[in-house]
């Protein structure tokens, strides 16, 4: 890249660098007829090199540029401001500078400017350094402004016209600025050659303006003409006398500046002023550099002080300087005055070599801490004594940092015995093990420090999960608790919150949430029974913002196992056919948690049932016979089920035939035996003997009726015959086959017939 033509013309501030300077550069012949101080357009005067340009403007005609009177001639300041502008937007990496001599207010030029759209390339001073070329053409502002007439500034700096006529006087742009309040000017009034360079020690003194800002050196004659500016722009006259002023101000001339500037006898104006600059003598800025930890010195290496290699430093480059400040000289002759002294420019700057302050974190609490968790970080500095004097405290600022990332930032507090000392508060979002370092910022006296690096852990406080039973190990049948609890020794007395995730072997995981910590299941509850067997028990903490999630298990695993288990009796009553029956099946299952049920290979006898809940086999027999069947015991549960084959033998019952009373001759008697047990669908018939003459007896329902024909006392025997009885196995479905009639009883019966 190339500034101003120039390479090495970058890196300098605007402040460093000569230009080539027309004065009245607007005053060109035809257009101006009478004291014209050019013979070149203002286009040409921008091709040819020309970078800074005195221009008078009139307020006459809305603006004219002009010498003196503008009747004379003149450029229009729209005219002259689009040619600008037209040559910026062609040449991106030139800087130029315009001083005005103005006759019009400053809000009128400032119209000019937007109206030429040249505004947007007009730099504007932050009133301490001005910038490198570099960062004009960087930052497209690369166009200086200067007026040094009839203004004043305001409390901001910026110009106005205290006979402006609107609101009292209108501020203008800031990038308009004061000339006389940035630099001065030498005498501009010379007549003959006998005016300039060391001739006249005049020549370089200030006329108008401050002395410690830019440099404008005057270099024509006084009426101008083209024949005497050949003489004094030659570069064997312009150089030495530019070089004079150089030394005598020990300040590089910012603006050449010369009429006719094309008109030369030997060297060009144009290449006397890039001579300046390869030979100026560039003093670098204040350097500060930073000692190591634990030395005192530090080699330090200056920049070249001029283009061409020229110039010498009061102390070597590469030298090693001690802690503090060392002030640096640097010069460069440049000729000899008329009285044969040599003549220098001269510089100071000043080295700083500043110890880092050992910086240290000294606490950071809480450690561990909870994501998003306030975390305080303490830390120190030690203001050590680089300057043998008392310790300055440290005044820059502390940055906690996690590699690229900024935690938190704050100050130093003034202590006692050398320390400095300071805390800030930060967070994390994630969680991790924190590489924390205490960045100092560095300040005037103390270079910038990184500390040893802590390790912050940032995690949700740690947690053990326990599980625990009831009754371990427990019957089938009886309820059982299974507790788990979330504990943390790092809690700092918080207590566990969120769910508990209970897995039972395969079952299906059950939800909880923890009160207090704690989450309990109980199975015979509000779970149902576990089945005879081994489980696991797995509970599974899920875990907060606070509590890291953690799992445990039931020690050797939930065992459940069945009660003892024995039927009796050993064998059951005998029973008889229409006789009520009732038996006892016992267990040694606990009363509350059991069950019977008459099940596999047979049938309880047809009559008879048991009772689920007490084991009580009861009815009345409705068969004779041996009955084989199985009783299966459990619990309520279905499991832990045991059985027993047992027999019920019926047996046929005695029958009993009820009494007869005694019949009269010849009256009706109507009278039923009565078989018991009843039910047995019996059937009547006489044995022995013959019922009284008259008399007769129904088989069916042992019914003896009829009028008694014959006195005496008659005897007959009368036998029931009923109760019915298995000949052999049920079949599949449970179903018997019957005999009629297995079982009878008789009576002999004496019955008198009386008149």
């Given amino acids: 890249m190339k500034c101003n033509g120039f390479e090495y013309l970058c890196d300098r501030r605007y402040d460093q660098v000569a230009y ?9 012949w035809p257009n101006i007829r009478v004291f014209w101080n050019q013979d070149r357009s203002l286009p040409d005067q921008l091709a040819d090199g020309i970078r800074g340009m005195m221009l008078d403007v009139y307020s006459d005609g809305g603006g004219q540029l002009c010498h003196a009177r503008c009747a004379n001639g003149y450029i229009s300041l729209s005219d002259g401001l689009g040619e600008i502008k037209n040559f910026l937007g062609a040449n991106r990496n030139e800087v130029v500078t315009l001083i005005f001599e103005s006759y019009m207010y400053p809000r009128d030029l400032v119209d000019a400017f937007r109206a030429a759209d040249l505004e947007r390339y007009a730099y504007t001073y932050n009133g301490s350094r001005w910038p490198t070329l570099r960062e004009m053409i960087t930052s497209n502002k690369r166009l200086v402004v200067f007026v040094n007439n009839l203004e004043k500034e305001d409390g901001s700096g910026v110009l106005y016209h205290p006979l402006d006529p609107v609101s009292g006087g209108f501020v203008g742009a800031p990038w308009l600025h004061s000339q006389w309040r940035h630099g001065s000017e030498t005498p501009y009034s010379y007549s003959s050659l006998s005016g300039f360079g060391a001739d006249n020690p005049g020549y370089c003194a200030v006329d108008r303006g401050v002395t410690n800002g830019l440099f404008v050196l005057n270099h024509f004659i006084t009426p101008a003409n083209a024949l005497a500016a050949a003489a004094v722009n030659r570069s064997g006259f312009l150089q030495p006398s530019a070089r004079y002023c150089q030394a005598l101000r020990n300040r590089l001339p910012n603006f050449v ?17 890039d001579e300046l600059n390869r030979t100026a003598l560039v003093c670098p800025d204040n350097i500060i550099v930073d000692a190591e930890p634990g030395v005192n010195f530090k080699q330090v290496f200056f920049p070249p002080l001029s283009a061409d290699g020229g110039g010498e430093y009061s102390i070597p480059s590469g030298s090693y300087f001690p802690l503090g400040v060392t002030n640096v000289t640097a010069r460069r002759e440049y000729g000899y005055s008329s009285g044969g002294q040599r003549l220098f420019q001269t510089c100071n700057f000043t080295v700083f070599v500043r110890r880092p302050p050992p910086i240290e974190i000294y606490s950071n609490l809480p450690n561990p801490a909870l994501p998003n968790e306030q975390v305080t970080f303490s830390y120190s500095g030690w203001h050590p004594r680089p300057l043998g004097d008392l310790s300055p405290h440290l005044t820059g600022t502390v940055t906690i940092k996690n590699g690229a990332e900024v935690v938190c930032t704050g100050n130093l507090t003034p202590g006692f015995f050398g320390y400095d000392n300071g805390s800030c508060t930060g967070s994390f979002s994630t969680e991790g093990d924190k590489s924390i370092v205490a960045v100092y910022s560095g300040d005037p006296v103390y270079a910038p420090a990184t500390s040893a690096p802590v390790t912050q852990r940032v995690r949700r406080f740690n947690t053990t999960t326990t599980v625990t039973s009831s009754l371990n190990p427990a019957q089938h049948g009886r309820p059982v608790t299974i507790t788990a609890k979330v504990t943390s020794a790092e809690s700092r007395g918080a207590i566990p919150q969120g769910e508990v995730i209970l897995q039972v072997g395969s079952l299906a995981p059950s939800r909880k949430p923890l009160v207090n910590g704690v989450a309990s299941y109980t199975f015979g509850g509000e779970f149902g029974f ?4 081994a489980y696991t028990m797995t509970a599974t903490y899920t875990g907060s913002n606070s509590f890291s999630p953690s799992s445990g298990a039931l020690a ?15 064998s059951l009553a005998i029973g008889q056919a229409g006789v009520p029956y009732s038996q006892t099946i016992t267990t040694t299952l606990p009363p509350n948690n059991r069950v019977f049920q008459a099940a596999g290979g047979g049938f309880l006898p047809p009559g008879l049932n048991i009772d689920w809940a007490t084991g009580v086999i009861s009815g009345t027999p409705l068969a004779v016979g041996a009955f084989n069947f199985t009783v299966l015991v459990g619990d309520l549960q279905g499991g832990c089920g045991a ?12 029958i009993r035939l009820s009494t007869l009373p005694d019949a009269r001759l010849g009256q009706a008697y109507s009278q039923t035996i009565a078989a018991t047990p009843a039910g047995g669908a019996y059937k ?11 008399l007769t007896l129904n088989s069916s329902t042992g019914a003896i009726s009829g009028a008694p024909t014959q006195v005496g006392t008659h005897n007959f025997t009368i036998k029931a015959t009923g109760i019915k009885g298995i000949t052999g196995p049920p079949d599949d479905e449970g179903n018997f086959n019957f005999a009629e009639g297995v079982c009878n009883g008789s009576r002999n019966y004496k019955l008198k017939t009386t008149r």
């Fill in 20 to 28: 080539a300077t027309n004065h009245n550069a607007h005053s060109i």
């Fill in 257 to 273: 500046t010369v009429d006719f500037y094309n008109y030369f006898l030997g060297g060009s104006v144009t290449g006397t002023v």
């Fill in 530 to 533: 576990l089945d005879a067997g």
């Fill in 556 to 570: 050797g695993g939930q065992k459940v196992v069945c009660a003892n288990n024995t039927i009796g009796p050993a």
């Fill in 643 to 654: 059985s027993r084959n047992f027999t019920i033998v019926i047996t046929c019952p005695t």
């Fill in 684 to 694: 009547f018939a006489v044995t022995a003997g013959a019922l009284p003459p008259g």
